[in-house]
């Protein structure tokens, strides 16, 4: 033996720090680590098994207040998205245990279930997916925050953004999703939600759901989607094509008539770009599927056949245009 | 094909999972399960092109093979009290046991406090950053103007504070009863 236990522990937590952003070279080369010496894996396993179990404990823990002298520089600026070097978008999209990791301290409002909620945040542009349970699996789209209970997997509460739900159906205990003061109880399906502050679009695959928006109760097919303006209180249910629902996970975004200022939002999402429609054609019909699979914000103009429009930017907000009206 | 990158990356790298998998601890058919979930994974879910494809690969065999034996515990749990909801019958239950465990919980947590409390305040925040925040390393060195190395030096000890004070709580307060446990392990 030429390692203490110490520094074998030690040693593995170097990798187990390194490796949260570790590159090829450094996966390679923990691999031989492992290959070394069958303690490795075991002092590994005891970090690693360690870290876990700061999971529930850490939304209740106070940390000191980072020093006033420290400027913040992404809070310093509000309305500009978060900075792309946070997050990269493929890079979020495998880890349902990375996302797990990245649990925000949520504060007072949640009453008795205070300690075991943690809230879950992407950035715009960003995607990541939470597995609830071996067969509940939530795909949160870019610029969406959701709330989810570490005791109570067949819950979960959307606050804003977008999501595609695929739902284990349990009749003991149906999956139910909360938004302001609606919620939507499953009856085992696979179905996508867009939370606005001012609407919310609903839009089922298989299975069904049952939106329920201030005690009453709209249910929701397979083939099905629905759009409530919920200031107004008024919702209306049309059909969609199955294969189109949660489509912006693989990057395309399919529209039979949506207005011009939804694709917008969705574009944004999904880009992580802020995007905007002038008044005059935001309620435009958009037909057809866009491929946003090779378009990153900077290459947002070459949108700008397809969607018939001129793209104009202003600051870090790109504002879609009539495509012949009067130039500024 | 620009969506299949990270599958033409996944066939050669087939076997140099397998054995990060068998090296991991997992079982021969268990890392070929995991494997093959992976694939199918990949296969469907069409991602953009990821620079360190390697990287990506290893991470989701980790979380995969985690998933897997942390929901082996819980899955057994699960069927323990659905068995016993489906036969009407009514299993002994000490209410001692989950007390013990709220206590346990509360002692941990308090621990826990304690620790971070006693930490420098530099190395708090850069390990709520890093554990809580979910910030990279790099992205914390610049911001605060440090080393990515000097801000893993803060983290190791950061985790090594936790780690000692746990080895002490274990020791205080008897074998197997640490909540880190019960994710990998069943208790009967």
Same mark, same amino acid.
């Given at each position: 033996?030429?390692e203490?236990?110490s ?5 593995a937590l ?14 390679d080369? &923990?691999?031989?680590w492992?290959a070394q010496?069958?303690d490795h ?14 999971d529930?404990? #850490?939304p209740? #823990?106070? &940390?000191?207040?980072?020093q ?7 809070a310093?600026?509000?309305d ?7 997050w990269r978008?493929a ?8 996302a797990?990791?990245? #649990?925000?301290?949520?504060? %007072?409002?949640? %009453?008795?279930h ?12 960003e995607s990541?997916?939470?597995d ?7 795909t949160l789209?870019g610029?969406t925050?959701m709330?989810?209970?570490?005791k ?6 959307l606050d804003? %953004?977008?999501?595609l &739900?695929?739902?284990?159906h349990?009749?003991?205990h ?5 938004m ?5 109880v ?7 939600v867009?939370?606005?502050?001012? $609407? ?11 939106y329920?928006?201030?005690? $009453? ?5 397979a083939? $099905?989607?629905?759009?409530a ?6 919702a209306?249910?049309?059909p ?5 629902v949660?489509s912006?996970?693989h990057?395309?975004?399919?529209y ?14 999904v ?5 905007r429609?002038?008044?005059?054609i935001a ?6 599927t866009?491929?946003?699979q090779?378009?990153?914000p ?8 397809a969607l018939?429009?001129?793209v104009v930017?202003?600051g ?11 130039t500024? | ?8 990356t996944f ?6 999972l ?15 399960d ?16 990821v620079?360190?494809p390697?990287?990506y ?5 980790t ?10 515990a ?5 069927d323990?009290?659905?068995?016993d909801?489906q036969?009407?019958?009514?299993r ?7 007390a013990?465990? @709220?206590?346990i919980? *509360?002692?941990h947590?308090?621990l826990l406090?304690? @620790? ?6 530099r ?19 610049a911001d605060?103007?440090? *080393? @990515? ?10 985790y090594?504070?936790?780690l000692?004070?746990?080895?002490k ?7 197997a009863r640490h909540?880190?446990?019960e ?6």
């Amino acid at each position: 033996m030429t390692e203490t236990a110490s520094d074998l522990t030690e040693t593995a937590l170097r990798w187990h720090i390194r490796l949260r952003n570790g590159g090829d070279a450094d996966w390679d080369a &923990f691999a031989d680590w492992l290959a070394q010496n069958p303690d490795h894996a075991e002092a590994y396993a005891e970090v690693e098994a360690m870290d876990h179990a700061l999971d529930s404990a #850490l939304p209740d #823990l106070h &940390f000191p207040a980072p020093q006033p002298a420290e400027p913040q520089p992404v809070a310093a600026n509000d309305d500009a998205p978060a900075p792309a070097r946070r997050w990269r978008w493929a890079a979020g999209a495998g880890g349902a245990l990375a996302a797990g990791l990245v #649990l925000a301290l949520v504060g %007072g409002p949640f %009453g008795e279930h205070g300690s075991s909620r943690y809230q879950i945040t992407t950035a715009p542009g960003e995607s990541r997916t939470i597995d609830l349970d071996a067969g509940t699996q939530i795909t949160l789209n870019g610029d969406t925050q959701m709330v989810f209970d570490r005791k109570d997997a067949r819950f979960a509460r959307l606050d804003h %953004g977008e999501a595609l &739900f695929a739902v284990q159906h349990d009749t003991q205990h149906p999956f139910t999703l909360e938004m302001g003061t609606s919620r939507i109880v499953d009856i085992g399906t696979l179905f996508n939600v867009v939370s606005l502050p001012d $609407q919310t679009r609903i839009a089922v695959a298989e299975g069904a759901v049952d939106y329920r928006p201030d005690g $009453q109760s709209i249910p929701l097919h397979a083939g $099905q989607q629905m759009q409530a303006d919920t200031a107004a209180g008024t919702a209306r249910v049309s059909p969609i094509d199955h294969d189109t629902v949660g489509s912006w996970r693989h990057r395309r975004l399919s529209y039979d008539g949506s207005p011009l200022e939804q694709v917008a939002q969705d574009l944004g999402r999904v880009l992580g770009a802020a995007i905007r429609v002038d008044a005059r054609i935001a309620h435009r019909p958009v037909f057809g599927t866009i491929d946003v699979q090779d378009i990153t914000p900077v290459r947002i103009p070459l949108l700008a056949s397809a969607l018939n429009v001129r793209v104009v930017k202003q600051g870090k907000t790109w504002i879609l245009k009539p495509a012949h009206g009067p130039t500024p | 094909m620009p969506d299949s990158g990270l599958l033409q990356t996944f066939l050669p790298a087939r076997p140099e999972l397998l054995r990060f998998l068998r090296l991991r601890g997992a079982m021969p058919d268990e890392a070929e399960d995991i494997l093959q979930s992976m694939g199918l994974k990949l296969a469907e879910q069409e991602t953009g092109p990821v620079d360190q494809p390697r990287a990506y690969l290893y991470r989701m065999a980790t979380n995969e093979f985690l998933l897997h034996r942390r929901g082996d515990a819980r899955r057994r749990r699960r069927d323990e009290s659905w068995v016993d909801a489906q036969s009407g019958f009514m299993r002994e239950v000490d209410p001692q046991p989950s007390a013990e465990t @709220v206590l346990i919980a *509360s002692q941990h947590l308090h621990l826990l406090q304690g @620790v971070i409390t006693a930490m420098p305040e530099r190395t708090a925040t850069i390990f709520r950053l890093f554990r809580l925040d979910g910030v990279p390393q790099k992205t914390i060195a610049a911001d605060l103007g440090i *080393s @990515v190395s000097a801000v893993e030096k803060h983290l190791a000890r950061a985790y090594l504070d936790i780690l000692q004070a746990r080895k002490k709580f274990d020791e205080e307060s008897g074998p197997a009863r640490h909540p880190a446990h019960e994710q990998g392990h069943h208790h009967d």
